[in-house]
């Protein structure tokens, strides 16, 4: 089951992370133009969204959220917890951290920035917060974050978009 | 596009100061007066004997203003924080209830914080908690359902809007004093700041940080919390504890996720000549250094396995200016069986 290998789980240490760390710092310093991109793509979401229903969301669902997979898999080392907050995490996927963090780090942050739990990765939210300096918006990352919803894990967080339920940047107004 | 910035900063002015105390608790009552507050951390047994508990709170003697119950601190297993607070409170202390992300989910936290409420805790800290890696089951599940911000945010709603997370009503909520911890010694430091406003905007009334062995470093955080008005609508309790040799403190250097220990530190220690001796001095200049910092409003002590001592150090040290802390009882607290 592929869903098995992207799904996110807070169980610590987790195989693939090195290739993963890399994507992740790869997007953290282009943490600025994901994030002009971004806002341009979310308007095309949400102007599409006439039309999406039209299709129906609920036939769309499986195809998109695998290509979403896919594509911020490779960009974010995405973990497809349905509810994306990039634009408030500094382009750092904050289901990367083993303890699934979504409003800052944890204090055990080791001395040279790396984690508590896996020594060998840097910790999210200090790439989170290094992302979030070279973005336009980066003070959303002073936002805090409703708890998790663990019903939409897997599920496209793009289609929620278009469907108007919540906004790619993770703020309840929109960009 | 300010609209978090607005989001926090609107928070931070509706804190509750003018509002009146939320909890009936005497730790609220301390700092609320004014009064530089001392807590202390139980060493939390691994037996079911209550006496273990109430002998272990008797050694805070009349030092402490309330009395942390840790919840499996450093992802080990001893006895739950909640038993502990109910047996502190029916020994006539004040405990402040810890609860770890680490453990448990959304349904089990609100389910225990109406109980520990009803037994009358009047202080909750909010805590993520170490991962299970550092303690002494590593093969465990962590839990982490939600992190120590949206912890604050539901235990908030529940005292305040008088409801689970879920909408459904409580029909009498907790009246709790809500606290978070911080750890201005790790990286990121230019966001520890920020995160702890955002714990403010939560809903925490009182922060109690990591270890300070770098009274400069806290200086530095201090200023950017008044810079930000963080310590207008929160209380912060500095964390201290006196280290019992060179041994210790390199061994917590490496294994205590979070612990900053500078190596001035490190070298003190090793040329004393009683290094135990020399580690409670430091734990006493560094408190006397810290209360001096505006913006502290106390300290809380953390004297792993030397609790005997914590009297000595939070007397010597002159910060409770002569006021007895403590609520002792002890024709409760030594005859209890
Ligand atoms: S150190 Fe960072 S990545 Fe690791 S558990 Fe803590 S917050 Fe998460």
Known sequence: MPSALYA???????????????RRSWSVRHARLLEFLYCRFERVLIASGL??????????????????????????????????????????????????LRNGPCGGVR??????????MPCVWVMAWEGSLRMRCGDRIRQPQIPIDHRLKERS??????????????????? | MNQPQADVARHLDAAQF???????????????????AVTAELDPPDSADPKDVFDRATLFGSAVDAINATDGSGANCHMSSVAMCALLIRAGYEPILQISCRDYNRI?????????AAMGVSNVLCLTGDGVQAGDHPEAKPVFDLDSVSLLGAIKRMRDERMFLSGRKITSPPR??????????????????????????????????????????????????????IDQSCYILVGTGPLSSVRTARWMRRHVPGVHIPDSVIARLEGARDQRAEGRQLCIEIIQEVREIPGVAGVHVMAYRQTQFVPEIVHESGVLKGRAGGMHCPAIGASSD
Do not use: Y
């Open chain 1, 8 to 22: 996110f789980e807070p169980t610590g240490r987790r195989a693939g992370n090195r290739v993963g760390a890399a």
């Open chain 1, 51 to 100: 039309v999406l229903r039209w299709i129906g969301f609920d036939r769309l669902e499986a195809p998109v959220a695998s290509i979403e997979r896919a594509v911020k898999g490779a960009l974010f080392d995405c973990r497809m917890c349905g509810q994306c907050i990039l634009s408030s995490t500094g382009m750092s996927c904050p289901m990367n951290c083993p303890k699934g």
């Open chain 1, 111 to 120: 001395p040279d920035g790396r984690c508590e739990i896996d020594a060998e």
């Open chain 1, 157 to 175: 967080s793009w289609l929620a978009v278009s469907r108007g339920e919540h906004a790619l940047d993770g703020g309840e107004s929109g960009s």
């Open chain 2, 18 to 36: 003018e509002a009146g105390q939320v909890s009936a608790g005497r730790l609220e009552h301390v700092l609320r007066r004014g009064e530089f």
């Open chain 2, 108 to 116: 089990a936290i609100q389910g225990n914080v109406l109980g520990a």
């Open chain 2, 176 to 229: 709790l004093f809500l606290g978070a911890a911080e750890n201005p010694f790790a990286p990121p430091f230019e966001f520890r700041p920020l995160r702890l406003a955002k714990k403010v905007a939560a809903g925490a009334q009182f922060v109690q940080t990591q270890f300070c062995f770098d009274v400069p470093m806290l200086r530095a955080f201090m200023e950017r919390i008044r810079d930000l008005g």
